[in-house]
């Protein structure tokens, strides 16, 4: 794949969170006897010493795996609540979240490599973590609501503070990222530990200080936002006017103000009166990000709806509907499977949607609805495999997909720790591999390719041979740099361009 210097290559330069197998496999065995240490121990991918190596200069634009944060393999005792659930960078790029099926929340910070320079950073390391769900019980239902975190969305930096959304299947809440590095002491109503004073000992007033101290981070709840969806939560996009967002489940889409927890603005319903009548569900749901009245949002069914909330407040009729065609040719009992969306995402300009499909991503120009303007198979190969990946349920696995900071380059996960990138100018892809073989630093990542059938070469991979419990479902890219964060599993990959 062409980058603006050459081919685009990937390299190891940093690794963080290493537990060796035999103590982590000791430590897993005693602690899952526990359910509660269970929920709430550090995740493998968030511990550990980072180690630093700086990428020297090179001609070509060639790319570091800067982290795997983790390196427990998912044939490995490990726990179900350390797989990682979804992964997304902030507006800048200088901190970086992901959540996890326990309910966490890992905070990373790109590090200034040069106080002098600050434009020059390097590693990510640790800055905050927090439990930010529970798991819960409807009792009505006789439901069990898992903690695992769905979506992660940031807010603009307005302050000091950061402040992020998060979801699991019913619940949104949102998280005020604040640091502290003083503390205040000589209260008069109370004492250092917290006891109040007995007002009659006190016989002069005293004027509270600021006193220094270790810099902490701390992560509070500012807003909680329940009970407004009877089905899973698949989607949280934050609108341009960064006062209200909304959130979708399978049938239904809410508007939100950010201020107000106790009621939501249903936007969107196709729920039928029959619910025998049920032919689609929504997937996946997105703002436009310049034009607040505008979304989008998929389904099931391979159709993306784009909506105009200046027309009516209930979006039911949409403005625009892109839906292509389906060949005949390729027409099976799984056609209808694999068209589901899993995941849309608008373009930085505004211009584009990006779709992924089990097989492809699609890109649509807002201005043409009756086709995609780019299709990229992205593994066509597996089309003779649909039965057996519907035997094992892997079918229907939701691959998520992103922009380049300039959308000229979009990238989607695979199976086999493959991830895959697709340069729209040049027209040329890559097959990638995440995974800790190729973990040395300064290491350039060689392109993967999948041979079909007949004789394979030296460098292939039988499709055959393709391990379908290994893949990269979650996916982000810095917004302003070529940094991009892959989750395979429980390990977590940061990958630099080697130039920079």
Not at 120 to 131: A, D, I, L, M, W
Not at 358 to 368: E, F, G
């Amino acid at each position: 794949m062409a980058g603006p210097g050459g081919d685009m290559q990937w390299c190891f330069s940093q690794v963080k969170g290493a537990i060796d197998d035999d103590v982590a496999e000791e430590i897993v065995s005693a602690n899952c006897k526990s359910a509660e240490m269970l929920r709430h121990h550090t995740p493998f991918w968030a511990s550990g010493t980072p180690t630093s190596t700086k990428a020297p200069h090179c001609n070509l634009v060639a790319h570091c795996v800067s982290a795997p944060v983790g390196n427990k393999g998912p044939s490995e005792c490990a726990w179900t609540s350390d797989i990682i659930s979804t992964v997304e960078f902030n507006h800048t790029g200088e901190l970086l979240a992901t959540g996890d099926k326990g309910g966490r929340v890992v905070i990373f910070q790109q590090e200034v490599e040069n106080k002098n320079l600050p434009q020059f950073r390097s590693e990510y390391n640790v800055y905050s973590t927090f439990q930010s769900h529970e798991p819960e019980f409807d009792y009505l239902k006789s439901l069990e609501i898992e903690e695992k975190i769905n979506k992660i969305r940031w807010l603009p930096q307005k302050n000091a503070a950061q402040f992020l959304l998060s979801t699991n299947d019913k619940t949104i809440k949102l998280w005020k990222i604040s640091e502290r590095d003083k503390r205040p002491e000589g209260y008069n109503l109370k004492e250092e530990d917290g006891r109040y004073r007995d007002r009659n000992s006190i016989t002069a007033l005293r004027v509270p200080v600021l006193i220094p101290m270790d810099l902490m981070v701390e992560a509070s709840p500012r807003r909680v936002f329940a009970n407004a969806h009877t089905y899973h939560i698949n989607s949280v996009s934050v609108n341009s006017d960064y006062e209200t967002y909304l959130s979708a489940d399978d049938l239904r889409i809410n508007l939100w103000n950010l201020e107000i927890t106790d009621r939501s603005f249903n936007i969107v319903d196709i729920k039928p009166a029959n619910m025998e009548e049920l032919t689609e569900v929504i997937t996946a749901a997105e703002f436009h990000p310049h034009q607040c009245n505008t979304f989008v949002y998929s389904s099931s069914k391979g159709t993306i709806r784009l909506c105009d909330m200046r027309i009516s407040a209930l979006c039911d009729k949409h403005s625009k509907l892109f839906e292509e065609p389906e060949n005949p040719s390729n027409r099976s009992f799984f056609s209808e499977i694999i068209s589901s969306i899993s995941d849309v995402k608008f373009s930085h300009n505004g211009r584009y949607v990006m779709t992924r499909d089990y097989l492809s991503v699609k890109i649509w120009d807002l201005n043409m609805e009756n086709r995609p303007v780019e299709t990229y198979q992205v593994h066509e190969y597996l089309r003779s495999k649909l039965c057996s990946l519907y035997e094992n349920d892997c079918i229907f696995d939701k691959f998520e997909c992103c922009w380049n900071g300039n959308d000229s380059v979009v990238m989607t996960g695979s199976y086999n720790n493959f991830f895959r990138m697709f340069d729209r100018g040049q027209r040329r892809d890559a097959t990638l591999e995440a995974s800790r073989e190729n973990s040395k630093p300064l290491q350039v990542l060689k392109p993967r390719k999948v041979c079909t059938g007949g004789k394979r070469k030296k460098d292939e991979i039988s499709v055959d041979s393709l391990d379908f419990n290994k893949k990269i479902l979650h996916t982000a890219w810095h917004p302003q740099d070529n940094i991009i964060a892959v989750a395979t599993i429980n390990n977590l990959y940061i990958f630099q361009d080697k130039v920079n």
